[in-house]
């Protein structure tokens, strides 16, 4: 089970940190990642972080303004959201993928938080 926290509404330029935690005790074997899903929009790919943490990932939109990084002894995965842009409007997901290393692409992701909402205002 996977809890996605710290959305909320942000003025443009500001910062958010989303956080994720894992009820996993297994969770260092999950690659993790974060997907967003803008109103009217598909889900896409914003950032994911290898296993250990060693290895990440950026969409191009996000690419120098956000940052993935998790902590396997407390089971969360995190994303540091700077320089927020109206764009960056949607609801936030994390999600955890078991077959593996690192991955982009959604079908490969196993388990899904519920999703937290990020408004940036202009």
């Known amino acids: 089970q996977l809890q996605a926290c710290g959305g909320g509404l942000v003025q443009a330029g500001g910062s958010l940190r989303l956080s994720c935690a894992a009820s996993?005790?297994?969770?260092?074997?999950?690659?993790m990642g974060w997907f967003r899903q803008a109103p009217g929009k598909e889900r896409e790919f914003v950032a994911a972080?290898?296993?250990?943490?060693?290895?990440?990932y950026y969409a191009d939109s996000v690419k120098g303004r956000f940052t993935i990084s998790r902590d396997n002894a407390k089971n969360t995965v995190y994303l540091q959201m700077d320089s927020l842009k109206p764009e960056d409007t949607a609801v936030y997901y994390c999600?955890?993928?078991?077959?593996?290393?690192?991955?982009?692409?959604?079908?490969?992701?196993?388990?899904w938080g519920q999703g937290t909402l990020v408004t940036v205002s202009s």
């Open positions: 999600a955890a993928a078991s077959r593996v290393s690192i991955t982009t692409m959604a079908h490969e992701y196993d388990y």
């Open positions: 972080t290898s296993r250990s943490g060693g290895m990440t």
């Open positions: 996993k005790r297994t969770f260092s074997t999950y690659a």
